[in-house]
């Protein structure tokens, strides 16, 4: 992701609750406003029609790619993006299959429309030298670091590289920024850090583990700081109250929690978690709330003082769809995206509000093909 266009946003926020602590139950309120902005291309994942829906956002418009929808070769289970954003990887229950990225956007199948891994990948991420597949496997203990050609997007060797886990349910997968750890969410078994080397002929290294917070709890999302100086943990029962879910804030460097971790997200159940691409703010999708299966995104601004970090929630949470899923921000800097598993609608679209800093606005809400669709994961361009 690039860098946003923040300068601008001088009017400071509310401070409201910062410690862990889960009695605050801010109202959920989305601004709907209109724009002219546009974004890069991204795409969802749609579980149920078994297809790939691109698109992009044209001077306020969502606009479909060309080509889309894309028909999957097998029921999906995950999608991502390669850096250098020549390659678009989705695993299914036949394996993962590649797709060229076209200038435009348009997704071509890739590897003769073979699969180029028989892996049935819950989780996975591309290293930023675009030669690992890094990769999680329901029913299996290890993460998986899959070789491929940073020019073709294939496989380059049949041996693929791994590291065992604690776990044989990760939730979430993660690679930092810097290229240097890999991060895993596990459930009960909190997450897993793993060292990564890409020049190494494994680069996976001994496997460290975070526990989750609350003995009841589950470490369900994990994502890391565009800088690399945060990474950030979405648990459920991680704070008291009847919306127990919690955002639990790490310091990279040292691997310690920050003062005041874990923070109440005012859901259940925070399953998607999006540091924009300047820092200055982390956003977590709460997949429903203890009243409601419609979600909620809560927002936290994050502060630096000489590596000494906090957060301090938004003085709202903004509405989503029933079941969010998944958040992404487009290479603009200038839209988050989120993806509703329920629908209602399957794609919500927000800019950052022009008065208060962090909030979100919504400018757009579609389905992305013929409900229920099942949308459950996005990936956009780099």
Excluded at 81 to 110: E, H, R
Aim: glycine share 10%; net charge negative.
């Amino acid at each position: 992701m690039r860098i946003g266009k923040w300068a601008w946003l001088a009017l400071a926020v509310a401070p409201v609750l910062t410690g862990c602590s889960g009695f605050w139950n801010a109202p959920s309120t989305t601004t709907t406003t209109t724009t002219t902005a546009s974004s890069g291309n991204f795409y969802v994942l749609n579980v149920e029609t078994g297809q790939i829906a691109g698109y992009y956002v044209n001077a306020g418009v969502l606009t479909v790619l060309s080509g889309s929808p894309y028909t999957l070769p097998a029921t999906p289970l995950a999608i991502t993006v390669a850096p250098n954003n020549n390659f678009l990887y989705v695993s299914t229950i036949n394996g993962i299959y590649v797709y060229t990225i076209a200038s435009n956007g348009k997704l071509t199948l890739g590897n003769s429309a073979g699969p180029i891994s028989s892996d049935q990948a819950t989780s996975m991420q591309v290293d930023a030298t675009n030669s690992w597949l890094v990769e999680a496997v329901s029913g299996s203990a290890n993460v998986f670091a899959v070789p491929i050609n940073s020019t073709t997007g294939v496989v380059t060797s049949t041996t693929e590289q791994h590291a065992a886990l604690p776990d044989i349910t990760v939730q979430q997968v993660a690679i930092s920024p810097d290229n240097s750890y890999v991060f895993l969410a596990m459930g009960a078994n909190g997450t897993a850090t793993v060292p990564f080397t890409a020049s190494n002929t494994n680069p996976l290294g001994a496997v460290g583990n975070i526990p989750v917070a609350n003995s009841a709890g589950a470490a369900i999302s994990v994502s890391v700081d565009p800088s690399s100086r945060l990474f950030y943990i979405g648990e459920t029962a991680a704070t008291s109250g009847s919306n127990s879910g919690g955002l639990r804030v790490f310091n990279f460097s040292t691997k310690k929690e920050v003062s005041g971790s874990p923070y109440a997200t005012g859901g259940l159940a925070p399953y998607s978690i999006l540091p924009i691409s300047t820092g200055d703010y982390v956003y977590v999708v709460n997949r429903q709330t203890s009243s409601s299966s419609t979600g909620t995104i809560a927002g936290f601004s994050v502060a630096d003082n000489n590596s000494v970090f906090s957060l301090t929630a938004l003085g709202s949470t903004f509405s989503a769809g029933t079941h969010p899923q998944a958040l992404a921000e487009d290479n603009t800097g200038t839209f988050v995206f989120a993806v509703n598993n329920g629908g209602s609608p399957d794609l919500d679209a927000y800019i950052f509000d022009t008065t208060n800093a962090g909030y979100l606005d919504s400018v757009i809400s579609s389905s992305t093909g013929t409900d229920p669709v099942q949308a459950s994961a996005i990936a956009a361009m780099h």
